[in-house]
């Protein structure tokens, strides 16, 4: 399975980017879909879930903020992220599971904040 993410960029404080991320196979519609990020010099965190069902997790520092979604007619997940501040500054990563085998990343996409 390869995960193509895609929507990152440079933004003012205030503003808004939708990162999407696009899985090349069908198991999507069954999956867990993910978005982390890592700043630099920092660990990978978890930004927000999304289950095959459509069950939904954010973390703490995003919950109001961001909101992901999924299309699985299209095999893509979105991030909508509003109201982004410098320190979302990141790389977004998504991510595809399946029960405790199947583990997928995708490349990673920029998303730089300028205050």
């Known amino acids: 399975v390869q995960l193509q993410a895609s929507g990152g960029g440079l933004v003012q404080a205030g503003g808004s980017l939708r990162l999407s991320c696009v899985a090349s196979?069908?198991?999507?519609?069954?999956?867990?879909m993910a978005w982390f990020r890592q700043a630099a010099g920092k660990q990978r965190d978890l930004v927000a879930s999304?289950?095959?069902?459509?069950?939904?997790n954010y973390a703490t520092f995003v919950k109001g903020r961001f909101t992901i979604s999924r299309d699985n007619a299209k095999n893509t997940v979105y991030l909508q992220m509003n109201s982004l501040k410098p320190e979302d500054t990141a790389v977004y990563y998504c991510?595809?599971?399946?029960?405790?085998?199947?583990?997928?990343w995708g490349q990673g996409t920029q998303v730089t904040v300028s205050s």
């Open positions: 999304i289950s095959g069902g459509g069950g939904i």
């Open positions: 196979d069908n198991i999507f519609d069954i999956a867990t």
């Open positions: 991510r595809l599971l399946v029960g405790i085998h199947t583990d997928y």
